[in-house]
């Protein structure tokens, strides 16, 4: 390599010594920096690690190649390749044993002295080493020598041949008969041996690669191609091979060798050296003249169908060793990643090339992400609460205990969602309130106002203006009579209804929704709503009720004998208290209590504006109490609050309208709970609010999501309710099976149910549906194709064919399934295009992996990807 820029070689055998060659060989000891002194001699290669120089060669002048022997014994033995075509052996360790002495200074020559461009010892013979040559008229340029051939003795080197090193005159040891000669009248730019076989070399010639097998010589497997240089076998994949020409990386497949499967980004420069790395799979790195820049390309292998050309995947990536232009690199034998570097003037680098983080987030939030060949996976320590409370992990508990489903009992999906949230609690409440009204027959009072009914109190209350009736009541219980004015019409008992305050019908009694209120506990809240009904003594006799039960509050009883202090006069030391002292309670509807007797007539804002009592039992009051006016103000204030808030308790004033999805934007914006949004928007929405483009988003995101999740059952369930309520989103049939012969459908012919109204009698087919057969196209009257397995027309039903034999009914098919209209369908691989019943697919792919058809070797099963998935549903705890 005299005159040339430096190469660098890592031994074979020991992962701590390397060489340098240029104008003469160096060998290096490379080791872990202990300090961060450096010891006389050595040279630092990075902050871990410094070099030290063992040994130094310069007997071999002209080279310009080297190759390593590839075994352990002799260690040091190395052969290179000189400018006359001579291959001398020499070595740089202080081997003492007999056969490195028989070996060091052998001579290998060719018959007429040109320029020797490469070298390659075989990984299985070690004892054979390949030349390759300039091109000559009468010569071969590729040689194959066996080191362990006899000498020939000097008389015998023509003389012709100029010896260009000093000391070949003394030695004698000299070889002139290769083992093998190949490649008449060419060049040999580059070689490597293919691992699969010892006698197969590859071979980058002046204008071809070539493949030669030596059991052969007369023969040679060539692709005419420029990419000749620098061939080079990956490690992992023997069949994948890189070569260069110029700027241009060309990777070959040598069971395809007519073209490149791949060719890979042109550089501007020249290209030096390309080299697969040895300790990772499909890593190729490569350097350009001049440059400080290594690029790797990392290639991505996913499985293919047979057959399909598709190039693999390139990740490119560039990183820089070190400040000054590389003259080459070697990757380390066995250190991941790791590659030592040299600058043109013998300034070297220890460089480990990071590996890609790969993250990968799950839809069932674990954190994961490959570095290398390790797997890494986070978990917090500590804070399960927090993935607890993730969004995302209660829609997935939800999903699974079927929340939304219900459309029976509509206010229990607030159980299924584990009756934690108050707001998912009075939006199922409301919408069972009005799924029940819409629902009742007897709609006497409601008339044509059904529809009204999803549009919210908001709508309901604008629609009574007008026809409002003022009630003068009084207080019972009270000993002071005063009259205190109410509002009553149909539209504000709609409102009532809804609130939750009074069954439908034409009753205001509120004494079913007191009782439901005593059972669950909430003796605050039922004292309340009986007081907002003007009746003390039944707030009295809740609060008495609720302290003496078991998880009562004593302080009750301390409340009810203030009520029943109550007294209408303004100046009396009770209300003075009363007004006082009310703010220091905890309950809110206590608080509500209070303010309601202490207040003017028709001022009740103590009450309406009391923020923690719940948005139904407020608009409730408001529905008795304020005048048309003072309550259409109040609705529209309160339901922009809630709007702007995202509560979902404002449903019950938006209803499904226009508004309610505004509100609903809010509360997805908010928590990112689609699965709600979902839900309640398709409980009886209008068809326009619908096809409002949030609605659809929200919608499709839920189904992706538990797509995702692998809820599939999950995700047919919703998309029959879906269905269900709205059916302008039932798709339209996509897929048919179409007859081969004359295109048209027969895809009803092999259901169970005739098909508008052609019975299978029409084909000539009696006796139950189960039992039919159409093995015909009802178009065209040619026969359908056949089962694989059973050799009957497709169209037989499952349970019928004869080729089941009464075992196999009991081992895969039991009475459900022998019936189950999914066993008759028409099923087939894509790739091979043989297929059949699909009961019969099943059953056979179940124990094999080939398809059935006899002369096919076609892996259907392998080729679908998902086939092997099982629902997620199916493997929970």
């Not at 160096?26 to 080791?31: A, D, N, Q, R, V």
């Not at 009883?557 to 009310?582: F, H, I, P, Q």
Request: glycine share 6%.
């Amino acid at each position: 390599m005299s005159g040339s820029k430096p190469d660098i070689l890592w031994a074979p055998h020991h992962v701590d010594r390397f060489v340098v060659c240029d104008s003469e060989l160096s060998l290096y000891h490379i080791e872990s920096a202990v300090s961060s002194e450096l010891k006389a001699g050595s040279l630092r290669l990075s902050e871990e690690t410094t070099a030290t120089l063992l040994s130094i060669n310069s007997d071999t002048p002209y080279m310009k190649c080297v190759a390593w022997y590839p075994k352990y014994d002799p260690e040091c033995l190395l052969a290179v390749g000189q400018a006359n075509g001579r291959v001398v052996l020499t070595s740089l360790g202080q081997d003492h044993n007999s056969k490195s002495k028989e070996l060091i200074g052998k001579e290998f020559v060719p018959k007429h002295a040109r320029q020797c461009n490469t070298l390659a010892w075989n990984p299985l013979d070690s004892n054979w080493l390949a030349a390759g040559l300039d091109k000559h008229r009468a010569d071969f340029s590729v040689l194959i020598w066996d080191i362990s051939s006899k000498y020939t003795p000097e008389s015998a080197v023509a003389t012709e041949k100029v010896r260009l090193s000093a000391g070949d005159t003394e030695s004698g040891l000299v070889v002139t008969k290769p083992l093998y000669e190949l490649g008449q009248n060419d060049a040999c730019l580059s070689l490597c041996w293919l691992p699969r076989d010892q006698k197969l070399l590859l071979a980058g010639m002046h204008r071809n690669l070539a493949i030669f097998d030596l059991r052969n010589t007369s023969q040679k497997m060539f692709v005419n191609t420029k990419a000749v240089q620098g061939v080079t076998v990956d490690p992992y994949f023997h069949d994948r091979v890189a070569s260069f020409y110029e700027g241009q990386v060309a990777i070959w497949d040598l069971r395809k060798f007519e073209k490149p499967v791949l060719t890979l980004t042109e550089q501007p420069k020249p290209l030096t050296k390309v080299a697969w790395c040895p300790t990772r799979t499909g890593l190729l790195a490569t350097l350009t003249r001049d440059s400080n820049i290594i690029r790797l390309y990392d290639m991505q292998h996913t499985p293919t169908p047979i057959g399909d050309e598709t190039e693999p995947t390139i990740i490119e990536r560039s990183v820089q060793p070190c400040e000054n232009y590389i003259a080459s690199f070697a990757w380390h034998p066995t250190s991941q990643n790791r590659m030592v570097v040299v600058t043109p003037n013998r300034t070297m680098s220890d460089f480990t090339v990071f590996e890609r983080i790969s993250l990968a987030w799950s839809p069932v939030t674990s954190l994961m992400w490959a570095c290398g060949r390790h797997l890494y996976e986070c978990t917090e320590e500590g804070k399960a609460s927090s993935l607890e409370k993730d969004i995302a992990t209660k829609m997935r508990l939800r999903a699974l205990s079927r929340y939304g489903l219900d459309t029976e009992q509509v206010w229990r999906n607030h159980l299924l969602a584990g009756n934690e949230d108050s707001q998912l609690k009075s939006l199922w409440y409301t919408l069972h309130f009005m799924k029940q009204y819409t629902e009742d027959m007897d709609q006497k009072l409601a008339g044509n106002k059904g529809s009204l009914v999803y549009a919210g109190i908001k709508s309901i209350v604008k629609s009574s203006l007008g026809t409002t009736e003022n009630l003068r009541h009084s207080r019972s219980g009270s000993d002071r009579q005063a009259d205190i004015i109410q509002y009553l019409s149909e539209e504000r008992s709609l409102a009532l209804q809804l609130c939750g305050w009074i069954k439908k019908g034409t009753d205001l009694d509120v004494e079913p929704f007191l009782n439901s209120l005593e059972q669950e506990g909430d003796w605050e809240r039922a004292a309340a709503v009986a007081l907002f009904n003007l009746d003390i003594r039944r707030a009295i006799q809740i609060l008495n009720k609720g302290a003496s039960s078991e998880k009562g509050d004593l302080n009750l009883n301390v409340v009810a004998m203030a009520l029943s202090g109550y007294t209408d006069e303004k100046n009396s030391l009770w209300r003075e208290m009363c007004s006082t002292l009310r703010l220091q309670l905890n309950n809110p509807y206590l608080c509500a209590m209070f303010a309601f007797l202490t207040s003017e007539s028709g001022s009740y804002d103590g009450v309406l504006y009391e923020n923690k009592v719940a948005v139904r039992d407020r608009v409730a009051f408001a529905c008795k109490f304020l005048n048309d006016a003072q309550l259409n103000r109040f609705i529209e204030k309160l339901t922009n609050e809630l709007k702007d808030a995202g509560n979902l308790e404002g449903i019950l004033l938006t209803g499904l309208t226009k508004d309610g999805v505004d509100l609903m934007e809010s509360y997805v914006d908010r928590t990112g709970d689609v699965q709600t949004a979902s839900y309640c928007m398709l409980q009886g929405s209008p068809s326009d609010v619908l096809k409002d483009e949030r609605v659809q988003y929200w919608i499709e995101n839920y189904r992706n999501l538990l797509d995702a999740w692998r809820f599939w059952h999950k995700r047919a369930e919703f998309d029959i309710h879906r269905s269900k309520l709205d059916p302008s989103s039932k798709p339209l049939a996509q897929v048919f099976v179409s007859c081969n012969f004359c295109g048209k459908s027969i895809s009803y012919s092999c259901s169970a149910i005739p098909h508008q109204g052609r019975g299978f009698s029409q084909y000539g087919v009696s006796g139950s549906p189960t039992k039919s057969k159409v093995t015909s196209c009802p178009g065209c009257r040619k026969p359908l194709p056949r089962c694989a397995l059973c050799l009957i027309n497709m169209g037989t039903p499952v349970s019928s064919c004869p080729g089941v034999s009464k075992s196999d009914e009991k081992v895969d098919l039991s009475k459900d399934k022998k019936l189950a209209q999914f066993n008759n369908w028409f099923t087939w691989c894509h790739n091979c295009r043989h297929g059949g019943h699909a009961g019969h697919m099943l059953s056979w792919f179940r124990d094999h992996t080939e398809c059935p058809v006899s002369a096919c070797s076609c892996k259907c099963m392998q080729l679908d990807t998902t086939g092997n998935l099982i629902p997620a549903e199916t493997v929970q705890p």
